[in-house]
Structures are given as structure tokens and as C-alpha cells.
């Protein structure tokens, strides 16, 4: 069959007339796990041929190079190639009933690619068989029809061997040559296939061009801007590429072009509460800022209570209209205590807000408020801005999306999840729809929880459980009807977990779907990628990129680039290393 070879480093694309033409491969290329391979330019020119989708769907993310090929996923690799549609009009083995790749077997069969696994009477196919470099040999002469053995024997370890004469074929035709350079005088016929040789042979005998991705780019870590005092977040409203660095003693900052500015964006020192784990905590910019200018600060006040006020910008960008400040919502904070106020704020994608709040401080629960729906701490509230459905309350300006899942029954109504200790940052990734949420532990384990943003009502196990453990350590409890947490730590390493972001920027390709985090005693810089329910790819990136910190809190731009924000008063960036 005809194919285009295609230039290094490109992937077929369609254009608007319905033609391929070529497009760069990201750094990396399509696949995160065969980057250096001796094997990945035919395995990116058999992904550009749809002869692979990967191994790990849905995502398909990763080549699997070092897995061996099974007899059925060869079936699937030559329907792909040659483009089979004929399975015959019947079933043609006993053993494959089921298998994903029933269907492509079938039609391999019709086209007399193979004769199944037990001669004579080869009425089974052996899916889950490993194929090795003889069988392989085999398939690819019947697949391609190479009937010339050229000078016969080409190698030395091979005589005798049942597919002996197919191996000479192949080795004619150019597709293999061998199994030891430089040397090549072996073909190794009994050793299995692996699947990024697999796309070297195909490759081969596709007539396809190796295509070479341009080389990962590795990250490094740079300063960014420094001075910052006790900064907390961070962030910049969309179609703006300045960054709000937000201080916890009441202080907003602009850093633009990666120059921190004189002055403040606010002043709000007079008006918030100073104690370790009060101030103001939170920024988010309305979704619609670009026009009506509106961002909103969650702050714990003089009397050490939780706030959100809305102001709006003046008609300088670098400074606000104080003089707008309009209460949204005041929570009512325990007096005897100053700590797990939570108080991050960010917008959804649906436009509505979401409120972080701790479970009202001391330690251990003292009132059980994460797991009482009946008040506002230790909970996610989800609340519109747009709007008041309390006309005639002063502290509450604001509105109930009806879809709440405390709306018409038992429990506050702005509340959208509880059983939280102190989900001090959280973020939500709108690529894969999923909430992150980083909530600080008791004594003994810190969790991440991962669960998609639509779902209303979880409850988090706080106080019944630490992390995945019943609290208090050592009691029983019944955590049925609770999120698991996604990732956990004990205080053997940390003490205090610092939620961050998802990589969706531009820069690294290959990090595309990780989250990153840290641990604000620990200082090291963590990550993990969360994908069809389970957590791959956990690293410590000190080793490559060195403390971070006693970090603060995570940002994002408006490009998507990472920041990492510590106590020492520094912005720090991921970025190319040089």
C-alpha cells in the first residue's frame, strides 16, 4: 500500500482543503515514556499512520516501548497498517471470545496473515501469547508477501529454526538486520518483541520515515522576583500577563514583565487580622474583569472573622478603588482560636465561586464542624456573585446556585463539600474537569484529593478520618460514604501539605497533566499525574531542581506558567533550563 514519508520531526495534520501536510512533533513528541529511545522516530511515524494509539487509554499518553508485543495487539498493529476490513463473515478461533481484539484477529485470519497457534489443527489463536523475533518474522512475510530469501542464509542462529525461511525473507527485503551490531550476524529468533521494536519492523515495512521530536526541554527553576513580604498567592486575571502577588498582612502586588512594581495594587493592612494564620489569604478575579474591572479578596478581619469583599480596579490598572469595597459573605470564626481558616477563592468554569474554609481552628475538631452540614467551617462553599438572594442581610450578598446539594434539604445551602480540615490551596484543572484540593492534616498525614469538579456533596472525612486513617490514630470509624484521599503523606516526611496546579503551559510538553505541589516543612518540589482514577508518575524533583522553600502557595499566569511562592518573600518560576 501507498504511504507519505514523511519529513523528520512532523506529523500528518489535515488542512483546510482536506490535505496532509506536515506539522512540527512537541518536544518530546506524542509520547511521554520513549523519549531517547533508539526506537522512537518509527514509533512517532507509526503514531502519525494510526498504526499505534498508545497503551494507556483513554488518554493515551504513553508507547509502553519496553512491553512485549502479545499476538493480539499484533493483530491489531497489521489491521491498522494494512488497512483490513474483511473478517471472513465468521468466528474463526475458540480462544478468543472477549478479547478487545477479537475483531482484528478475525480479520487477520481472512487475510491469511495467520493460521492460529496449535497446528494442525490451528482451531486457537493464543491471544495473550508474547510473539517473538521467529513468529514475527512470519507474520510480516505473509502481511507483505516477501517471497525472495536473497542470499539465504543470512544468520547464524537461526538454522533450523521452524521460521527459518521467512527470517531470510525478511532480512532481503530490508526490514530486519539483525539482532547484534554492528556485527548483525544473529537474529536472535526466539527473543521476544518489544513493542518499540515492533514499530521499527513496521516502520520498515510501511516504507515510513523515522520522525525525530525535538528533544524534551528539562526545567529548571529561576527567581523570579524577591522582597515579597509573607507572601500567600498569586494570580493574574485572564488576557492579563501581569501577576498579583498577594502578602498575608494585607497587601496586593503587581509584578510586571517579571519586575516587582512600587506601591500596592491594595492596601488593606488596617482591616485584617494578623495572627500566624490570619490575613488576607485569598485573590480571585471576576471571569468577566476585562470589562467590568470587579476581583474579589478573602481576608480574616479585626475580629478574626472569614470575609470576601468585592472591589473594583480604578481607572488606573496598578491600583484599586478602594472605595468599592462591597461585603459578599462574613463567616463567623471561633474566638479562641486563629488558625484553620482555609481562605482560598477561586472562580469555576461555571462561573460561580469557591470558598475554602477551615474547620474553625485548635486542633482535632473540638466542634465537629467537618462533618456538620449545619455550619460553614471545615467546608467548600459554592456561591454566585452576580446576584443577592438575601436582600435584607448585610453579610450576605450573594447567590445559592440551585444545583447546590444542600439546596431544598437538610444543611447549609452554599455549602458544595465538607469533612475538611484546611484546605489551605486548591485549584481546579478544566482540561480534565477535576477539582485538586491540598488539606492540611492533624498530626500524623496530609492529603490531596482529586475528584471531578461537577460532583456537589463529598464529604472528605475530616474529623473522622486523617487522610485515609481513621482520627484519632488508633480508633475505629466507619468511612463509608467518604473521598478516599487521592495521595497521602505521613510526618515521617512533612508537616503541612501546600496544594498547587496541573501543568497546562507550553513550555514542557512532557508535563502536561502532572500536578505540583509541596510540603511547606519538607521544601522539596512534588508532583504526581492523575489519569483515569489512579496516580502515576510521583516524583521529587529536588534531585534535579533543589529546595523550593518552605513554600506558601503555588500561581499560575495567564500563559499557564507555573510559580512557587515561599516564606523567605521569593517568586519562583519553572522555566527552560539554559
Known sequence: MTRLSLALGAVLIASSVGVAVAAPLPPGGTFTDDNGNVHE??????AAEGITRGCNPPLNDRYCPGSFVKRSQ???????????TDDGGKDWFTDDDGSTFEADINKLAAAGITAGCNPPTNDRFCPDGNVNRGQMAAFLVRAYKYTDPGKGDWFTDDDGNTFEGDIDRLATAGITLGCNPPTNDRYCPEDLV??????????????LTPMIPPPVVEPAIETVATGFSRPVFATSPAGDDRLFVVEKGGYIRIVDNDVRQPGAFLDINDLVSGANEQGLLGLAFHPNYAGNGLFYVSYTDTAGDSRIVEYQVSSDPSVADEGTARLIIEVDQPDDYTNHNGGMI??????NLLFGLGDGGSGGDPWGNGQ???TLLGSMLRI???????PGDSNRNYTIPADNPFVGTAG??????YGLRN??????DETADLLYIGDVGQGRWEEIDVTPIDDGGLNYGWNELEGNHCYPSGSSCDATGTVPATVEYSHSYGCSVTGGYVYRGSEFADLAGHYFYADYCAGDLLSFKYEAGTVAAERNWTSELGKVGSVTSFAVDDAQRLYILNEAGRLLRLAPSS
Open 41 to 46: 522516530g518509527f514509533i512517532e511515524a507509526i
Open 74 to 84: 499484533m493483530a491489531a498493529f497489521l489491521v491498522r497498517a494494512l488497512s483490513l
Open 194 to 207: 518489544r513493542r518499540d521494536q515492533m514499530a521499527s519492523f513496521l516502520g520498515r515495512a510501511e516504507g
Open 346 to 351: 477561586l472562580f469555576a468554569p461555571d462561573g
Open 372 to 374: 456538620n452540614t449545619d
Open 384 to 390: 454566585g456573585v452576580d446576584g443577592d438572594d438575601f
Open 412 to 417: 447549609a445551602d452554599e455549602i458544595w463539600a
Open 423 to 428: 484546605p489551605w490551596r486548591f485549584s481546579v
